[in-house]
């Protein structure tokens, strides 16, 4: 029975706030499944396909807080690659930036949910 030899990896990831925003957060979801080589949210993660990935996205904080000390948030966006500048606008200045990102994890769950169900 292989479903005995399979196993499941759970692996949690983050959303920094310098990636708020739709865009952004769509574009951060991409780099870090691309970093753990898989192409979706529940992917096939091994050669043998004994072993399920499951990656866990969580925003990291809800929005940049020039009140916490090490939050540099206008400094960080400088410090961005333009292509991220480009994916949308700074979080910082967006207090509500957070729930742009929510509806993208949303969509992308429920993307990776219908994938899932056309591969069974």
């Known amino acids: 029975d292989s479903s005995r030899n399979s196993s499941v990896i759970h692996v949690v990831t983050k959303i920094w706030y310098t990636h708020l925003g739709y865009e952004r957060t769509k574009l951060a979801v ?15 993660g091994s050669s043998d396909g004994q072993n399920l990935l499951r990656v866990h996205l969580i925003l990291h904080w809800p929005h940049c807080d020039p009140n916490i000390s090490w939050m540099e948030c206008e400094e960080e966006e400088e410090r961005l690659p333009q292509y991220v500048k480009d994916a949308g606008p700074p979080p910082h200045l967006n207090p509500n930036a957070w ?6 994890l949303e969509e992308l769950y429920l993307q990776d949910r219908r994938h899932q169900r056309a591969r069974h």
């Open 30 to 44: 991409q780099e870090s499944l691309k970093k753990l080589h898989v192409d979706n949210v529940a992917s096939d």
């Open 99 to 104: 729930k742009d990102s929510w509806r993208a």
